[in-house]
C-alpha cells in the first residue's frame, strides 16, 4: 500500500504512473464512505436529514405563512358622473423558519400590512 502522507508532502507522484496515481485517490476517497444502500449510509442519510442544525444536518424546516384579505366595490350603479372604484387589502405575514432563512430563532416575527385604494374615472368627451 502507498503512503498517502508521503506523496502529498513529496509533491509528486512519487514515481507512479497515472493509472496507479487515480488508484491511489480512489482508495483515499473511498475511505470511510458509505455504500449506498447499506445500513451504515442509511443510518447516515437519516440522521442527516432528520437534523435541522444547519451546521450538522440537511433537514429544512419552514412554516411561515400568509395570510391575505381584500375587498372592491365599484360605485357605478349608485354614481352617473364617474366610475369610482374604493378597495383595501389586509396581508399578515408569520416568518417562521426557526432560524433557518430569517432571523426568528427565538420565535415568530409577525407583521401586518394594510392598503386602502380610491379609483376615478371618467370620459371626457
Same mark, same amino acid.
Request: net charge negative; charged share 25%; no cysteine.
Given at each position: 500500500?502507498?503512503?498517502? !502522507?508521503?506523496?502529498? @508532502?513529496? /509533491?509528486?507522484?512519487?514515481?507512479?504512473?497515472? %493509472?496507479?496515481?487515480?488508484?491511489?485517490?480512489? =482508495?483515499?476517497?473511498?475511505?470511510?464512505?458509505?455504500?449506498?444502500?447499506?445500513?451504515?449510509?442509511?443510518?447516515?442519510?437519516?440522521?442527516?436529514?432528520?437534523?435541522?442544525?444547519?451546521?450538522?444536518?440537511?433537514?429544512?424546516?419552514? !412554516?411561515?405563512?400568509? @395570510?391575505? /384579505?381584500?375587498?372592491?366595490?365599484?360605485?357605478? %350603479?349608485?354614481?352617473?358622473?364617474?366610475?369610482? =372604484?374604493?378597495?383595501?387589502?389586509?396581508?399578515?405575514?408569520?416568518?417562521?423558519?426557526?432560524?433557518?432563512?430569517?432571523?426568528?430563532?427565538?420565535?415568530?416575527?409577525?407583521?401586518?400590512?394594510?392598503?386602502?385604494?380610491?379609483?376615478?374615472?371618467?370620459?371626457?368627451?
Amino acid at each position: 500500500m502507498v503512503n498517502i !502522507q508521503e506523496l502529498i @508532502y513529496s /509533491g509528486t507522484l512519487g514515481g507512479l504512473n497515472s %493509472d496507479q496515481a487515480h488508484a491511489v485517490a480512489r =482508495q483515499t476517497a473511498e475511505t470511510g464512505r458509505f455504500e449506498p444502500g447499506s445500513a451504515e449510509f442509511n443510518a447516515a442519510f437519516d440522521k442527516i436529514t432528520s437534523d435541522p442544525d444547519l451546521i450538522t444536518g440537511a433537514k429544512f424546516r419552514d !412554516q411561515t405563512k400568509l @395570510y391575505h /384579505g381584500d375587498a372592491n366595490y365599484n360605485f357605478q %350603479d349608485l354614481i352617473n358622473f364617474a366610475e369610482i =372604484q374604493v378597495g383595501g387589502s389586509y396581508r399578515r405575514y408569520s416568518l417562521n423558519s426557526f432560524g433557518n432563512i430569517f432571523t426568528d430563532s427565538d420565535g415568530p416575527i409577525d407583521y401586518d400590512e394594510y392598503r386602502v385604494f380610491t379609483h376615478k374615472y371618467k370620459k371626457v368627451s
